[in-house]
């Protein structure tokens, strides 16, 4: 199927640093779709954007759609430790039924 | 609404057993999918259904089965569990007509070992 990159693999912070993980993508994007999953939990839907150029915000959340629809990104202003967590992008596949994840991100947030 | 729901939440199993690993959802949704996550390495689809009776096969399909004779339940079976198969398993359903364009929701998984 068609993946999606996602970079970092891992990063680790300071709290109150700002952190951002990217999402792309070689084909055009008809939605992307943002999961949180904490350690030890299961993914948890965060946001799908849809438009090129969109941008969202849930508090110190913002993601952000590309202008060609081929990328997204996550930026979250001064972490907290209840940031952390694996952040996975997802793409449309399988017909508009399923979708891709990409292999995530990994926050790891030091107080 | 208790969402979805997976049974067991662990197990160990010994090559060559077999075992069915059970998901429901109470949110009369029509889209439900069974993925593997393994460290590092993202989800992948396993089995997906877009309604009762049918079903198809995912990215990683090899090794098991699966069976939709419900909207609620959407079990998913390994015939002759081999350690490649330890992982952990999600259920998660979605209710849009188009499920990839629809929120889904996860099960809280369940830890496979096969040894």
């Known amino acids: 199927g068609q993946q999606v990159m996602q970079i970092p693999q891992y990063q680790h912070v300071q709290e109150g640093e700002d952190f951002t993980t990217y999402c792309n993508s070689s084909?055009?994007?008809?939605?992307i779709q943002w999961y949180k999953q904490r350690p030890g939990g299961h993914p948890v839907f965060l946001i799908q954007l849809v438009k090129s150029g969109e941008v969202k915000k849930q508090k110190r959340l913002t993601f952000q759609f590309g202008e060609a629809k081929k990328n997204s990104s996550l930026h979250i202003t001064a972490t907290q430790t209840t940031d952390v967590g694996t952040y996975f992008c997802?793409?449309?596949?399988?017909?508009?039924?399923?979708?891709?994840f990409g292999k995530g991100t990994m926050l790891l947030v030091s107080p | 609404n208790a969402g979805v729901t997976q049974t067991p939440k662990f197990r160990i199993l010994k090559i060559g057993q077999s075992m069915t690993l059970q998901c429901a959802q109470d949110m009369n949704h029509n889209y439900m999918y069974w993925y593997r996550q393994d460290p590092g390495m993202g989800l992948k689809l396993i089995y997906y259904s877009v309604g009762a009776g049918i079903t198809d096969k995912g990215e990683v399909p090899n090794g098991y089965n699966v069976s939709r004779s419900t909207t609620e339940d959407f079990p998913l079976r390994l015939e002759l569990a081999a350690p490649s198969q330890t992982s952990v398993y999600f259920c998660a359903s979605s209710s849009s007509r188009s499920g990839g364009t629809d929120t889904q929701y996860f099960g809280p998984g369940t830890r496979l070992t096969v040894l």
């Open positions: 997802a793409r449309l596949s399988g017909g508009y039924s399923t979708l891709t």
């Open positions: 084909t055009t994007l008809s939605n």
